[in-house]
């Protein structure tokens, strides 16, 4: 395994790039080299590094050059200028062989509008492949299979593409480029051509697929909730130079300049943000502590709700200062007053979803993880200041992530 | 011709073209000999095959084939049709004619075929070659007569070699278009997965150029059949003659039985290849 490092990595369309690169580096626009020279530059000094089993997005507008970029890296097209880095193989100094080598054995490709064999069956199109490499007959078709299975296609094996959905076929895409075994997938704008509930789900087959084969998957977009949804880390590109490279809350919550802003400005970020980017710490107590303690601690630190726990912090319920001050005087102990049935969200709940259950209850939103244990609260404040774009507060690490 | 009166003198441009003639027969006699006793010995072979069975029995394999290739309407026509011509007692001539054919397209596919292979792999081949075709399809039939005359004299050859220039541009043309109209995205990918060139044409370009391809071959073999009669100028036997020698002889009947022999073999080879792409 290794990892990818593009070096100031260019593409000029044109006969004599030359020139035009001379005036990229005087940093001349892609408007102006097209005014002075009549080239087209499609990809300008992109330069970043991918690493292992990363979700690695590129996203940009139609024309921003992603296409361009994302065919360098396997040399579909010949960059003018610039390095490819695969571990320590320079892929743009491989010789004819070498570069054929490293197409069939380390990067395989899943194509915007599927790209297969209209003439060969599922399984056929599914080995292509192997069949290149002259891997023998039983072999192929055994690893073919295998990847039909992974990606849900197992029963479909003597059909023809045309028989298919389009999700279906890019299934078949899919699996074609697993049956290889690559180490790294280019996946150019894989699911655009699919309408937007089959796009969600093959995001979501594919995120699945990623925990079990964790392939270094190089995946470009033009749809930034994609790119939210699936990238670890997302590139941002325009005319041909990429702009920002982050994880997705560093490309929402710090733009680096006003183009990203602008287009991250639309998103949604209920549909981004997570439970566990805006929760705080929980002010907790041990069930078998008395109601007098609850009350010093809720005073202490201003709370008017007390979260109660049990010995392995497993969150039982609540209890407010009324009814603490009320226990202390019966002398009851917290569990006779305790609120058990409370509304619970974990860390990676998304804030859309999470809306309803915090209007169910006037306390703050319990988080707790998948045991049922108390990992924080989230209070209205800091959700209205997240959407509000407020990056003060959310947590840096934005709890197990945002994926949807 | 008087060019007393124009500014430059006439190019000797017939005179050149003599000169070359003139320099291939003198130099290229060998290779034109081995390729006139080639020719010469596939078709008499081709014909003495076909004469091998009884017209009845061959009749009936061409009628099965049409049926099998399109339909029993197809087959029911040839039949009838390949009976007719039988019945006037033109069968050693159709024999003939389907020989010179054959042969005909079947050189121009081992011709036509690469070359139209190689102009899709290579601008600069599409380039050159694009005029030639042109060329040889503009330039008036009868023209080509005079050569294959001088280098192949007269009979079954030089027929088959002005038929060969006359028919093969189409399934060059065909071959080329049908592998660059090959999906950009399907060439991508059979070259990202490492394809070499080779794969690539065979396992990508040529199956899905196929019906292109197979169109290009047909109208090679309706071009070729509309060069029987001017390959029969030069001694090229079969039906052509018997259309050819009614007009000399301003024979109206003979004419219309040799033309209407000819169209019901056109009208057969075209369905049955045409049938044959569709499967
Ligand atoms: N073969 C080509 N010849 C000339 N210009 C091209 C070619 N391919 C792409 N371009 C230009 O390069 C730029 C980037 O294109 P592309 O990489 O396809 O963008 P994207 O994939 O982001 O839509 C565009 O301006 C496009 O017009
Ligand atoms: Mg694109």
């Known amino acids: 395994m290794s990892t990818i490092k593009v070096d100031k990595l260019t593409k000029i369309f044109g006969r004599r790039p030359k020139q035009a690169v001379k005036y990229l580096e005087e940093n001349k626009s892609k408007d102006e080299i097209l005014e002075l020279t009549g080239m087209t530059v499609g990809v300008n000094q992109a330069s970043f590094e991918v690493q292992d089993g990363e ?14 970029l994302v065919r360098m890296l396997n040399r579909l097209i010949e960059p003018t200028s610039g390095d490819v880095w695969l571990g320590d193989e320079n892929i743009t100094e491989m010789n004819k062989e070498q570069l054929r080598d490293m197409r069939r054995k380390k990067m395989s490709m899943v ?23 002259g891997i ?38 899919l699996a074609r480029a697993l049956a290889n075994d690559p180490e790294i997938l280019l996946m150019d704008e894989a699911f655009s051509a699919l309408d937007p509930l089959i796009r969600k789900d093959m995001q979501d087959e594919l995120m699945d697929l990623q925990q079990s084969v964790h392939k270094t998957i190089i995946f470009i977009t033009h749809d930034l909730n994609e790119a939210l949804r699936i990238g670890d880390r997302i590139a941002l590109m325009k005319d041909g130079s990429i702009v920002q490279v982050g994880t997705a809350e560093e490309i929402l919550m710090e733009p680096a300049n006003d183009y990203v802003e602008r287009f991250v400005e639309d998103v949604d970020l209920a549909k981004v943000l997570t439970a566990g980017h ?58 006779e007053v305790l609120i058990s049935d409370i509304p619970t969200v974990q860390t990676d709940t998304l804030l859309a979803d ?39 507060v959310l947590n840096g690490n934005g709890g197990v992530g945002i994926n949807g | 011709m008087d060019n007393s009166g124009q500014l430059f003198p006439k ?33 008499e072979n081709f014909v003495l095959l076909m004469e091998l069975a ?110 060969i220039i006359f028919s093969m541009p189409p399934t060059v043309r065909l071959t080329n278009l049908g592998i660059r109209q090959v999906d950009q995205e399907l060439i991508e990918a059979s070259n990202a997965f490492g394809s070499s060139t080779g794969q690539r044409l065979t396992k990508v370009q040529i199956p899905l150029a196929m019906s292109t391809i ?60 045409q049938g044959a792409n569709k499967n």
């Open chain 1, 136 to 173: 023998d007959k039983e072999e192929r078709a055994k690893k073919a299979s295998e990847a039909l299975e992974l990606v849900g296609l197992g029963g479909y094996m003597d059909k023809y593409p045309s028989e298919l959905s389009g999700g279906m076929q890019q299934r078949v895409g």
């Open chain 1, 354 to 392: 999470a809306f309803e259950p915090m209007a169910d209850d006037k306390a703050p939103l319990s988080v707790v993880d998948e045991d049922g244990r108390l990992v924080g609260i989230v209070v209205r404040g800091s959700v209205i200041g997240a959407l509000a774009g407020n990056d003060d």
């Open chain 1, 55 to 68: 979700v690695f997005v590129i996203m940009g507008l139609s024309g921003s050059g992603k296409s361009t």
């Open chain 2, 214 to 273: 197979m169109a290009g071959i047909n109208q090679t073999i309706m071009l070729s059949l509309s060069m029987v009669v001017i390959a029969s100028m030069v001694g090229a036997p079969g039906l052509g003659t018997v259309v050819y020698r009614a007009v000399t002889q301003v024979a109206i009947g003979p004419g219309f039985e040799g033309g209407l022999s000819l169209v019901i073999l056109a009208m057969l080879l075209d369905r049955i290849t």
């Open chain 2, 54 to 163: 009884p017209p009845i029995v061959l009749i009936i394999l061409i009628a099965l084939l049409a049926w099998w290739a399109v339909n029993w309407k197809l087959g029911l026509f040839a039949l009838i049709g390949l009976g007719l011509i039988n019945n006037l007692g033109y069968w050693p001539e159709l024999v003939e004619t389907i020989s010179l054919v054959v042969i005909s397209v079947l050189i121009s596919m081992i011709i036509g075929i690469p070359i139209g292979i190689w102009m899709s792999q290579k601008g600069s081949v599409q380039a050159i070659i694009t005029p030639i075709l042109d060329f040889m399809q503009t330039m008036p039939a009868f023209v080509y007569l005079i050569p294959a005359v001088v280098f192949f004299s007269l009979g079954m050859v030089p027929g088959v070699v002005a038929t």
């Open chain 2, 11 to 43: 190019l000797p441009l017939a005179e050149w073209i003599e000169a070359f003639v003139d320099f291939l027969t003198t130099y290229f006699s060998a290779l034109f000999d081995t390729v006139s006793t080639v020719i010469e010995f596939v078709t």
């Open chain 1, 111 to 133: 194509f915007q509008n599927f790209a297969l064999l209209p003439h060969k069956t599922i399984q056929k199109n599914a080995e292509y492949g192997l069949e290149i490499q």
């Open chain 1, 278 to 335: 805006v929760m705080k710490r929980a002010e907790s107590i041990s069930v078998d502590r008395g109601a007098n303690v609850a009350l010093r601690l809720m005073k202490d630190s201003g709370v008017s709700t007390i979260y109660v726990v049990d010995k392995k912090k497993k969150l039982l319920g609540y209890v407010t200062a009324d009814e603490a001050a009320k226990a202390a005087k019966e002398d009851k102990g917290l569990s």
